[in-house]
């Protein structure tokens, strides 16, 4: 009798144990060393995004071969892009795509057309482009106007404002 009630406590722990399993990795902020915004600058060109992105204050040369759409970088907005917000552009396209373009423009059944580095790059390769692109996009202040925030993904509003 006393191992059945054993048992049933072990089950019982181990069901609230796996329900307390949570995916966490939309949580927080990620925090990567420091990178060098001019490699980054190099890096930007030498993995060809220029043929997509263009760089608002970044005298970039012109793409050998000019992609499916021209997304823009980095702006005088209400708020900076931030970070982790950058690094999530870079290593998944997918998870916001700008408003700013037609679906078929960025992307083909829901993912973005956008060439996944992932394989590709290193953490120091990813913390320089970020580091390039961080510089580009500086606060802007309007007093009274009201910035749209970006940071939450509304229902009725399936895309979102990532930098692509």
Known sequence: MGSIV?????????????????????QGDIY???GDAAKGE????????VGCHSVIGAELPEPVEAGPVRV????????????????????????????????EEVSREGESLMTYYNDVLTVTQLTDLVAFLQAHYTKAERPGYKYRDYSEKSDDDSESADPQ
């Open 72 to 103: 823009l970088l980095g702006s005088r907005t209400g708020r900076t892009m931030s970070y982790g917000q950058l690094v999530t552009s870079i290593v998944n396209p997918s998870h916001r795509l700008s408003p700013r373009y037609r679906r």
């Open 32 to 34: 990567l060393p420091s």
């Open 6 to 26: 054993i048992k049933l406590i072990a089950l019982c722990a181990l069901i609230c144990l796996t329900a307390c399993d949570r995916d966490d990795r939309g």
């Open 42 to 49: 190099m890096l930007f060109v030498s993995f060809g995004c």
